[in-house]
């Protein structure tokens, strides 16, 4: 800061040196070259200097040095990035700028170029602090934009500031009706559907892609795009991907969403409309993008046909939008076959199902006649379950969302070594709280812009589901919702 600073003084042992005084002045503003004829300065220029809050600013710093002034920056230069006060704005660099060459009052210069993409956060004024050049300049030019001068013999310090830019940021306009406030150049909302021309046929999934783009905005503002399935519809979306591209305008933010649909009835099934209401920063009015509704005509399932499981990818997904019958999360689903009226050649199928039930029945019988064998493999298999609980336990306290991902699993485990688990299954067969806690953990694990993750939440909604120590009594854990519904 400017004014009179005083040194205070060193001491070392019985010595000390004496206190110092010294004036420190105002830096000076930016330099114009076409007035002052500067061999080097700044300019700044952000546009535009009144946006909404959480609008992109362009902002514009370049570095103009005379070609023809005799001298050159040396290596070890450098020009600070950007910064506000009170840290009210999210910066982010366009690429590594360029230089071009430029005539600025009637003198040729070479022009450093950086861009950055500045998002306030906060309405009301905002002040983007000077930019700082700090290095040298040296006067034995070899060529080029920065001369070889290992020995620094012909150099001199250099600094120089940029003016301050005041941004006057405006609120969320009244007009606005949409739920998330979307302040864009452009917005284009599109839909992929894996085989348009596939007809829909119970229990099969359909892939539908779902893309949002904007240009002025990070993927991280662009909001989640599944809506609510029809009745006689389930859906199971993908994590979603999202990228910023920088460009000469600023970034462009994607969101994409995959969503695999399964029919669970034969009909004439709709999805509902897809629609995004944002603000266009060019006309300053709301837009609508919008996917229109969809119908689809879906056939009964082949006989004796199985319901395929969602694909991989999807079973760790953070949600499911149709919900199901509140079961303890005990097990993880298993797969439903799909019931068909039995014709002429389906008889031996069932002469083959009673030689398998009677085969299964000796076997249980075999099974109840080496209790002992029986307890001790029951007496192996509890340690892990309440070790894995333990573990859940002391993850939850440490609010440590990755440890409780793996101990939950590792539950769920040794609840039903015969399956492999996942947060979605577990989610889907357990009980609202419990399904909302479990939704919660995966937002923790995968969101990009998530809070810090609470783990009480969590281990009260296994403690109130019933799932410390044993499954509860006269309670059966193995029950699924019909995925057929009458």
Excluded at 51 to 70: I, K, N, S, W
Excluded at 289 to 302: D, K, Y
Aim: with cysteine; glycine share 6%.
């Amino acid at each position: 800061h400017a004014g009179k600073i005083t040194i205070p003084p060193i001491r070392a042992g019985n010595d000390a040196s004496p206190a110092t005084t010294i004036t420190v002045t105002a830096a000076p503003q930016e330099q114009n070259a076409a007035a002052g004829g500067s061999d080097l300065f700044l300019e700044v220029k952000a546009e535009p200097d009144d946006p909404y809050v959480q609008q992109q600013v362009l902002y514009t710093v370049r570095l103009f040095h005379a070609l023809d002034g005799g001298s050159a920056i040396a290596d070890g230069s450098s020009l600070s990035a950007p910064s506000v006060q009170d840290h009210d704005a999210l910066i982010k660099p366009l690429g590594e700028g360029h230089r071009f060459q430029a005539f600025k009052g009637g003198r040729r210069y070479e022009v450093i170029e950086r861009r950055y993409a500045l998002f306030p956060q906060t309405s009301g004024e905002l002040t983007i602090e000077p930019v700082l050049f700090d290095g040298r300049l040296s006067m034995n030019r070899g060529g080029g934009m920065f001369a070889f001068d290992p020995f620094q013999r012909h150099t001199r310090i250099k600094r120089i500031r940029s003016r301050a830019v005041t941004l006057h940021v405006k609120p969320v306009p009244a007009a606005f009706s949409g739920r998330d406030w979307l302040p864009a150049r452009e917005l284009q909302l599109s839909e992929i559907w894996a085989d348009k021309g596939h007809k829909a046929v119970v229990g099969e999934p359909i892939t539908r892609t779902l893309r949002l783009k904007a240009d002025g905005l990070t993927a991280a503002q662009l909001p989640p795009l599944a809506s609510q399935p029809p009745q006689g519809m389930k859906q199971y979306p993908d994590r979603p991907v999202r990228k910023d591209t920088p460009g000469s305008h600023g970034i462009s933010g994607m969101r994409e969403e995959k969503i695999a649909l399964i029919p669970t009835r034969p009909g004439t099934l709709q999805l509902p409309a897809v629609e995004v209401r944002w603000w266009n920063t060019r006309t300053d009015r709301e837009e609508v993008a919008r996917i229109p509704a969809e119908t689809l005509e879906v056939a009964p399932a082949p006989a004796n046909s199985v319901i395929p499981a969602p694909p991989a990818s999807l079973q760790a997904a953070p949600r499911e939008v149709e919900g199901s019958a509140a079961v303890p999360a005990s097990c993880p689903p298993a797969p439903v076959a799909v019931s068909a009226p039995l014709g002429a050649r389906g008889w031996p199928w069932v002469a083959l199902a009673l030689g398998l039930g009677w085969l299964a029945t000796a076997l249980a019988w075999w099974w109840r006649s080496r209790p002992a064998e029986r307890a001790a493999t029951e007496k192996t298999t509890k340690p892990d379950r309440r070790a894995a609980l333990r573990s859940l336990r002391r993850a939850c306290k440490d609010n440590d969302p990755v440890r409780a991902r793996e101990a939950l699993l590792a539950w769920a485990a040794a609840c039903r070594p015969d399956e492999a688990p996942s947060l979605a299954s577990l989610s889907r067969s357990s009980d609202p709280h419990l399904a909302q806690a479990i939704t919660g953990l995966n937002r923790a694990l995968y969101a990009q812009d998530s809070l810090p993750w609470n783990g009480e939440e969590l281990w009260q909604a296994v403690q109130a589901a019933g799932q410390v120590g044993e499954a509860p009594k006269h309670r059966r854990t193995d029950v699924l919702p019909p995925l057929y519904e009458p």
